[in-house]
Every structure is written in C-alpha cells, then in structure tokens.
C-alpha cells in the first residue's frame, strides 16, 4: 500500500506562485512502476485532473494549466512537485496528491482520477 502527505498549499495572490509537495511512502510503492499526478476540487465543481507523470518521467497537463503549471518528481526522495505559476482565481481548490501502478497505460489515461487508487488528504490552495 501506498501512503501519500500533500503540503504547500496557502493563499496567495494572483499571478503569484506556490510549490506543492507529496510524500510517497509504503512498501507498495516503487516509482518504477507508478504513475502520480495532480487533482483539484473546487466547491461546487467535479475533481479535475491537472497534471500528470508517468514513472519514465513524461508528462501530462490540463489545457487550463499548461504552460503555467509544471509536474516534477525526486525519485530519490519519493516526493512529487506541482510547480504553479500565474496563479488565479480559477486556480483556487483543494489539491491532491494520486498514485497508481500505471503498466500499460497510455498518455490518455493519467488525468483520469477514476483510474488511481491512492489518494493524499489534500491541500487547500486560495488565490485571491
């Protein structure tokens, strides 16, 4: 099983910037095998995938954040980063963390929250 601890969300004002951080732990995961990724909630709003990374290292954005935001992982570390930039109002939601072994699966698929398993907590991000 897979253990996931978001951090780093806040408020902030917009055009600002936040890094967001999730800890992977558990004797089940091995970024070898698993796909991570990003999603927010906003009140009132279904989860949004936003943005994606597959164990090889590629990636995946929602068209409202590319270019804006950037998905990174330290496998050393087992921690994964959602980098936002350009922060704004729509922006603002509860973020979480998702894990999921990802053998086979294609690009298509990794904003796809249905397909993950593990799940963080969440963080709160407010852009106001």
């Known amino acids: 099983h897979v253990q996931l601890v978001e951090s780093g969300g806040g408020l902030v004002q917009p055009g600002g910037s936040l890094r967001l951080s999730c800890a992977a732990s558990?004797?089940?995961?091995?970024?070898?095998?698993?796909?991570m990724g990003w999603f927010r909630q906003a009140p009132g709003k279904e989860r949004e995938g936003v943005a994606a990374i597959e164990a090889g290292g590629d990636t995946k954005y929602a068209d409202s954040v590319k270019g804006r935001f950037t998905i990174t992982k330290d496998n050393a570390k087992n921690t994964l980063f959602l980098q936002m930039n350009s922060l704004n109002a729509e922006d603002t939601a509860m973020y979480y963390c998702?894990?999921?072994?990802?053998?086979?699966?294609?690009?298509?698929?990794?904003?796809?929250?249905?397909?993950?398993?593990?799940w963080g907590q969440g963080t709160q991000v407010t852009v106001s």
């Open positions: 558990g004797s089940g995961y091995a970024h070898s095998a698993y796909c």
């Open positions: 998702a894990a999921e072994r990802c053998l086979w699966w294609t690009m298509d698929y990794m904003l796809d929250g249905a397909r993950y398993s593990y």
